[in-house]
Structures are given as structure tokens and as C-alpha cells.
């Protein structure tokens, strides 16, 4: 039965490409690249000449029905990214769905991956975790994700262009406390490779003076696990019930609850609701 490769491949040091996956990129008939031309940069380095086929995210939907032609006919094929792990913030997962759909194995070549490059070597927890890669710009979609990031009782992963590092970290230090600590992992493996520890005001501050270049992740610490749930709740409910009774608006409340509690913003939310259908019993 003819495969596709799913082959991670070097987030910058081209040493990191492991032996196994340089040996099935020089197999395979055809290697499907989110750009071809920096994949054959690798292959060059590698001494390959494959056959590259581009697969990014305006052509994904319309090569499959060639993909699986090529896999119908006995064709093994691979797919990789421009760097490290296919289908992480990058193309494939449409493709690597339809040729599963289609009765065709998929398997894995682990390998690099930026996300958990940055999450080991960060120093912050990483027994969980997870991966919410690139935040929304603006919007309402913006606010629900660093809302996210900050009732996260996991060690949030998150992806940002370099250029708005700066004020991604200025929103998060809003939302979920200055003191809140984050690493920032700048060009990891390559020559500049920059890891910055400490809290998000810290990295806000810093960021601003010193702009970063290159591929950055941001790791952000767990919120904190609140020990006493019920007296959490209890002191909760009578912040909520004495700033709705001042007028204040339910968002508003919310995110002051939220705030100066540390409980989840989507918990804060709950108990205002409870209290304004007239749910709240204690």
C-alpha cells in the first residue's frame, strides 16, 4: 500500500533533520513542500533531487484529488512544511484527512517542532500544555483568545509574527497580570537564538525597545490552581452581586472578578449569569 510521509523537518540547524526522514525524502517519488523553494534548499544540502510539488494554503483543497491519484497508482509520496512539523500552524490537514478518508496510509516522521523547542526550554511547566497557535488580530475573536491564554490552567503555547510580539504581550499583561510569567524563544537553533525568561510586563517593556526579528513562540505560564474552590466561589459571588448592584456591566464585572481573584473569566461569567437569571443560592 503506497504512504504519505508526514516528515518534520529542521526548524533552522539543517543537522536537526533526523536520518530516518532524509532517507524517505530520497525515496519517495514525490514531495509535496509548502514552498518548493526552500525545501530545496534541504534537499540540496542533502544531495537529493527529488520531484517537488507545491502544496500550500491556497492549492491544498484542489491537489488532492491528484495526491490521491499519485497514491492510487502505487506512488509513496511525503509532505513537509517550510519548517519543522507539518499541519502545526502550517497546510496538510485538509490533504492528510481527504488521503486518510480515502483508505491510504498516513504515517509520521517526528522530528523538529518550534512549539515544543520553545515550550522545553522555557523552564515554565510542561507536564500540560497546550498549543493555540497564532492569535486573532482584533476583534471580539482577539479578546476570547487571551481570555483563553489567561484562565489556561495549562502552559499556553502560542505563535506570533515578530513584528507583533510587542503587543501581544502588552494585551496579555492586561488580561492576565503583568506578573504573569512568559518566555519568548526567538530563531531557535540558529545562529541568533534568543530565549527570553521572565514576567509579561518584563517582556512587554523589553520587547518594545528591542523589536525581535525571525520566528518567535511565546510560552506563557498556567494560571494559578486555586486551592479552596468554595471560598473562591463565595468571595466571587459577593463581588459579582456588589458590582452588578452598582450598575456596572456584566462584561465589566467579569473581567474584575476574573482579575482580582485569578478564577477563570469563563467561571466569573457563569456565576454573574447565575446571579442575574436568579440561579444563585448562596
Not at 499541519?87 to 483508505?103: E, F, K, M, N
Not at 478564577?263 to 448562596?282: D, V
Request: charged share 25%; net charge negative.
Amino acid at each position: 500500500m503506497a504512504t504519505l510521509f508526514v516528515v518534520s523537518t529542521p526548524i533552522g540547524n539543517l543537522e536537526d533533520l533526523t536520518g530516518r526522514a532524509a532517507r524517505v525524502l530520497g525515496e519517495v517519488e514525490r514531495i509535496l513542500a509548502e514552498d518548493t523553494r526552500r525545501t530545496r534548499v534541504l534537499l540540496s544540502h542533502l544531495g537529493i533531487r527529488g520531484t517537488l510539488v507545491s502544496l500550500h494554503a491556497h492549492n491544498e483543497a484542489e491537489r488532492l484529488s491528484q495526491v490521491l491519484s499519485w497514491l492510487d497508482s502505487g506512488e509513496d509520496l511525503a509532505l513537509v512544511s517550510d519548517a519543522g512539523t507539518p499541519l502545526v500552524s502550517d497546510p496538510g490537514q485538509r490533504l492528510v484527512a481527504g488521503v486518510i478518508d480515502a483508505g491510504h496510509r498516513v504515517s509520521p516522521l517526528p522530528g523538529p517542532s518550534a512549539a515544543l523547542a520553545a515550550l522545553v526550554v522555557s523552564g515554565l511547566p510542561a507536564d500540560r500544555f497546550v498549543f493555540l497557535g497564532f492569535p486573532p488580530r482584533s476583534g471580539a475573536e482577539r479578546a476570547a483568545f487571551l481570555d483563553r491564554v489567561a484562565d489556561s490552567e495549562e502552559t499556553a503555547l502560542l505563535f506570533e509574527s515578530p513584528e507583533r510580539v510587542g503587543r501581544l504581550l502588552r494585551d496579555l499583561a492586561k488580561v492576565a497580570g503583568s506578573g504573569r510569567l512568559v518566555c519568548v524563544a526567538r530563531e531557535l537553533t540558529k545562529l541568533h537564538e534568543t530565549v527570553f525568561r521572565g514576567t509579561l510586563g518584563e517582556a512587554a517593556g523589553y520587547y518594545d525597545d528591542q523589536p525581535p526579528r525571525g520566528e518567535v513562540v511565546v510560552v506563557v505560564a498556567p494560571g494559578e490552581r486555586r486551592s479552596r474552590p468554595e471560598a473562591d466561589r463565595e468571595a466571587a459571588v459577593a463581588l459579582a452581586r456588589s458590582q452588578l448592584e452598582e450598575g456596572t456591566r456584566p462584561s465589566q464585572v467579569a473581567k474584575d472578578v476574573a482579575r482580582r481573584l485569578g478564577i477563570p473569566r469563563n467561571r466569573a461569567y457563569q456565576i454573574i449569569q447565575e446571579l442575574r437569571g436568579g440561579g444563585e443560592e448562596g
